[in-house]
């Protein structure tokens, strides 16, 4: 028997799953666990669900099952203590959960998925029932490809919720969807046809979890402005922070002022630079490095402290100098990384440790200087949509190329590269993820002032590629976004990315190129199905593509 079972990420061994250790780092242990908790979480929402029914929420139980989906995406957590001691806690929920819905006159008859697992509470326990209830406990392969598909699409719905959760705003119907789902990835009654609605569906609400987001973000931090990011150092000791949470930006930036501690961007966290709330802090230096997986050697010339705001940890070297350098945060953790605490009761989270730690560090060593551009979100974007527009008139711009989503550590990525030095000048790249490290930094120049890549900001921002295009779409007056001048080749790594697919296939969008390659967990019959109903497939040559993107 293989002693794990994975295929969530782009990067799953041979394209087909890991089942020794997984690529991203975690070990089978946290692997087993990790599938454990995904277990649990579907057994709590059958409660929760016929709750809901009776009008009661529970929003401890919202927010446990959020969190629980958002620290099982790849390389957010592979802190084994932390998952047992979050699996006894949702054992503890779930009986919660059900004698909450018998005292309130519910049934709990039909429930026969309810993540009861075992009669004792040793780790030897749980070892032995996570794997049988891993991804392979749905035997049907189009069924356990859907299903599958739809829990990838929650897991990065998860992460979007719990950020806009730390803003203070939060939807009811998200949760109610999400746990909903679960409990659709259980029931063996379902249609393949159904399990396609479902996937639908969460796409549907992968749109509406991007818009609350953004609207969290914006009202919190204004609307991201064009902005020319410091790619150099200074001479102070230095946090570098990574990641996507924005309200551990804020607080960060808060209490390192007047410390002498500079604060700088790393990988996805690069967008913080773009809103107005922050520029105020003159501490607050630029970006550092580049893509997620390129850290192990960006954070040894740092020099200073790494804080990791959710995921995109890779696991250092044994000979790594930063590793006791680093703190996770949130969602995230690695085992012998110091973990900062949740807030509580209102109270911002507690830096101080890191703060002080920063203060005894040397300052960054320089490995880049200059400017990147940023900042292209749609109210910036839809600002200039005059220019725009006319630009695409007059002919000056062909195409867009939606090039977002994620970058990752293998070498068939440096199609991406290749692929924005080989369009043509008539074009322009809109971007959100870090797949923009590809080729942020090139110089393409511009269009009548239009850079030719637009970076809207984080994976998280691909809400603002969306609203690009409907607005695009109205100054057109064209009734379907497919006849827009805009091609989609997009990058994916991780589940993040899976949502804002399948956001885009609820709005329609067609054609769209995925790669590098497709994912391991799409069946044959299910690939067919993206294939024959919304035009999806995989990346093949620069030159190929190229043109069939352009002539499409």
């Keep these: ?128 029932k996570a794997l049988e209830v891993g991804v392979l406990a749905s035997e049907n392969e189009d069924v356990r490809s859907l299903r599958e598909l739809s829990i990838y699409g929650l897991k990065g719905m998860a992460a979007y919720a719990e950020h806009a959760f730390n803003l203070g705003y939060e939807e009811n119907e998200i949760y109610a969807f999400m746990q ?31 818009a ?3 609207k969290a973000n914006t009202s919190s931090y204004g609307n991201p402005e064009i902005t020319k990011v410091n790619l150099g150092v200074r001479n102070n000791p230095g946090i570098l922070i990574s990641g996507h949470d924005m309200k551990d930006m804020e607080e960060l930036l808060k209490q390192t002022e007047g410390t002498g501690v500079d ?37 040894e010339t740092f020099n200073g402290v790494i804080l990791f705001t959710t995921n995109c940890i890779v696991p250092p070297k044994k000979s790594s100098t930063y590793s006791d350098k680093v703190y996770t945060t949130g969602a995230s953790g690695f085992e012998g990384f110091k973990h900062i605490a949740d807030r509580k009761d209102g109270q911002p989270k507690d830096f101080s440790a890191l703060i002080d730690h920063a203060k005894k560090c040397a300052a960054p060593t320089e490995i880049e200087t200059g400017e990147i551009v940023g ?59 870090c797949a923009k490290y590809r080729y942020n930094k090139l110089p393409l120049g511009d269009i009548n002032g239009i850079p030719r890549v637009l970076d809207a900001g984080q994976c998280n921002d691909s809400y603002s590629l969306v609203k690009i295009a409907l607005a695009l779409k109205e100054a057109f007056g064209l009734e379907d976004l497919n006849d827009l001048p805009i091609a989609y080749n997009i990058a994916w790594y991780e589940q993040k990315a899976v949502i804002v697919l399948l956001a885009l296939l609820s709005l329609g969008v067609k054609n769209i190129h995925l790669g590098p390659t497709l994912p391991a967990f799409l069946s044959p019959n299910v690939v067919n199905v993206l294939v024959n109903n919304f035009g999806i497939t995989g990346i093949t040559t620069v030159d190929e593509d190229m043109k069939v993107l352009l002539g499409a």
Aim: charged share 20%; net charge negative.
């Design 1 to 128: 028997m293989d002693k794990m079972f994975c295929y969530q990420c782009q990067e799953t061994a041979k394209n087909t799953g890991c089942t020794i250790k997984g690529v991203c780092g975690k070990t089978a242990d946290v692997a087993n666990l990790q599938d454990l908790l995904m277990h649990l979480c579907k057994g709590i929402s059958h409660y929760t669900v016929r709750l809901r029914a009776l009008g009661i929420e529970i929003p401890q139980i919202n927010k446990f099952v959020t969190d629980s989906l958002f620290m099982t995406i790849t390389n957010a957590n592979f802190d084994k203590s932390r998952f047992i001691t979050r699996i006894l806690l949702a054992y503890e929920m779930r009986n919660a959960a059900k004698e909450r819905l018998i005292s309130a006159g519910g049934s709990v008859e039909g429930i026969t998925f309810d993540g009861a697992f075992w009669t004792g509470e040793t780790e030897a326990e749980m070892a032995d």
């Design 180 to 210: 909903r789902a679960l409990v659709a990835t259980t029931d063996d009654s379902l249609s393949a046809d159904e399990l396609t609605e479902l996937v639908v569906e969460t796409g549907k609400h992968g749109v509406q979890v991007m």
């Design 212 to 214: 609350l987001l953004d």
């Design 263 to 299: 604060v700088y961007t790393h990988s996805e966290m690069l967008p913080a630079n773009y809103y107005p709330a922050f520029k105020k802090y003159s501490h607050f230096v630029g970006n550092y490095g580049s893509s997620w997986w390129r850290q192990v050697q960006d954070f």
């Design 375 to 433: 900042g292209f979100a749609h109210n910036q974007v839809i600002a200039l949509a005059d220019k725009v527009i006319d630009a695409v008139k007059s002919g000056a711009i062909r195409k867009f190329f939606v090039m977002g989503g994620c970058d990752g550590r293998l070498n068939d990525r440096n199609y991406y590269t290749e692929f924005a030095e080989k369009l043509p000048k008539d074009t322009v790249i809109l971007t959100a993820g």
